[in-house]
C-alpha cells in the first residue's frame, strides 16, 4: 500500500505496540498511538517527531466500548494490545481467567475491529494487521487460555480476510516468536502448574524450554521493522512472522498454507451451482 493517512495501534505504551507506532510514523504514517494511561506514551510524539513523523496519543481501552473512538481518515488498524494469565493445568484454570483473557484478547479486538471497518472503506480500504503469536503452532501445555484466545482471532482474522478482501481492505495476522517485552519477561516466571505434583514434570519442561528461548529473543524494534513491511506490501500472505523463531516456525506449520486452503473453499463456492 501507499503510505498516507492515519494508523491506528492499540496496546501502544509499552512493548511491541510502542515500536510499532513508532515505526509507523517514521514510515510517514500519520499514528494514532492508543493505551490504557495515555500518560505512559508522553515521550512517544518526540520521539516520533525525532524520526521525522507525526504521532498523537489517544487513550483506548479495549475492554471498555466507551473509549474506542475510529478516526477518520484511518487506512492502517494494528490490533496489538494483550494479555495472558496463569500458566495453570486446564482443570485448575478459574474461569475467571477465561473471562478476562477472552475479553480483552477477542471481544476487545473484535469491537474495535467491528468499528474500523467502515471508516477504512470509507477511507478508500487499508490494513487490519492483528498480533497472535506463534505458540499458536506448537501444542504449549499450561498456555491453553492464552493459545485458545489467539486462535480465535487467527480464525477472525481467516474469515474478515475472505470478506474486506473485495473491499480494499487486507487483513493480515502476525505470530511473534520470543520478543524482547515486559510481557516475555513474564513468562520466564516458574510456571504456576509446578505446584500440582501430577503436572509438575511437563511444567518444568515448560520452563525449561522457556529459559531456552532467551539466547533467541527479538527487540522490538526489529519486530516492528518486519510488521511494518508486511503492512506496506500489498503481496503478503494473510500469516507472517516478525522474527527469525516466529519464522522458523511458520514455514515447518500447516498454518502457513491457509491461503491456498481459503482460494480453494472460495473457488468451491464460485463453483457451486446457484440455488
Ligand atoms: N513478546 C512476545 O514474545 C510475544 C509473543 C507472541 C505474541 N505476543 C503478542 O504481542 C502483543 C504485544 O505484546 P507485548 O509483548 O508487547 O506485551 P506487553 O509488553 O505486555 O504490552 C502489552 C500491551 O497491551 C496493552 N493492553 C493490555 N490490556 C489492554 C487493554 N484492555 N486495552 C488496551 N491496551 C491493553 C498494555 O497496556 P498497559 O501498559 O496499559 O498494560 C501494553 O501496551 C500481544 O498481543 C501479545 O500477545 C507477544
Avoid at 118 to 134: D, E, H, I, K
Amino acid at each position: 500500500m501507499i503510505v498516507s493517512g492515519i494508523a491506528l495501534v492499540t496496546g501502544a505504551s509499552r512493548g511491541i505496540g510502542r515500536a510499532v507506532a513508532l515505526e509507523l510514523a517514521a514510515r510517514g504514517f500519520e499514528v494514532v498511538a492508543t493505551m490504557r494511561e495515555p500518560a505512559a506514551g508522553a515521550d512517544l510524539p518526540g520521539r516520533a517527531a525525532a524520526l521525522g513523523g507525526r504521532l498523537r496519543v489517544a487513550a483506548l481501552d479495549v475492554d471498555r466500548p466507551a473509549t474506542i473512538a475510529i478516526p477518520d481518515g484511518i487506512r492502517v488498524l494494528v490490533n496489538n494490545a494483550g494479555i495472558e494469565c496463569a500458566n495453570l493445568p486446564v482443570e485448575a484454570q478459574p474461569a475467571e481467567d477465561w473471562r478476562r483473557v477472552f475479553e480483552t484478547n477477542v471481544f476487545g479486538l473484535a469491537e474495535v475491529t467491528r468499528r474500523a471497518v467502515p471508516a477504512l472503506r470509507a477511507a478508500g480500504g487499508g490494513v487490519v494487521c492483528n498480533v497472535t503469536s506463534s505458540s499458536l503452532l506448537a501444542p504449549v501445555p499450561f498456555y491453553a487460555v492464552y493459545r485458545a484466545s489467539k486462535a480465535a482471532v487467527a480464525a477472525l482474522g481467516e474469515s474478515l480476510r475472505a470478506e474486506l478482501a473485495p473491499l480494499g481492505i487486507r487483513v493480515l495476522e502476525v505470530l511473534p516468536g520470543p520478543i524482547d517485552t515486559d510481557m516475555l519477561a513474564g513468562s520466564a516466571r516458574t510456571p504456576e502448574a509446578c505446584a500440582f505434583p501430577e503436572y509438575r514434570p511437563a511444567a518444568e519442561a515448560l520452563h525449561a524450554a522457556r529459559t531456552a528461548l532467551d539466547d533467541m529473543v527479538t527487540a522490538p524494534a526489529e519486530a516492528a521493522r518486519r510488521i511494518v513491511d508486511a503492512i506496506l506490501d500489498d503481496d503478503a500472505p494473510l500469516r507472517v512472522a516478525c522474527d527469525p523463531m516466529g519464522e522458523a516456525m511458520l514455514s515447518g506449520s500447516d498454518a502457513a498454507g491457509a491461503e491456498s486452503r481459503l482460494a480453494a473453499f472460495i473457488a468451491g463456492l464460485a463453483g457451486r451451482p446457484a440455488r
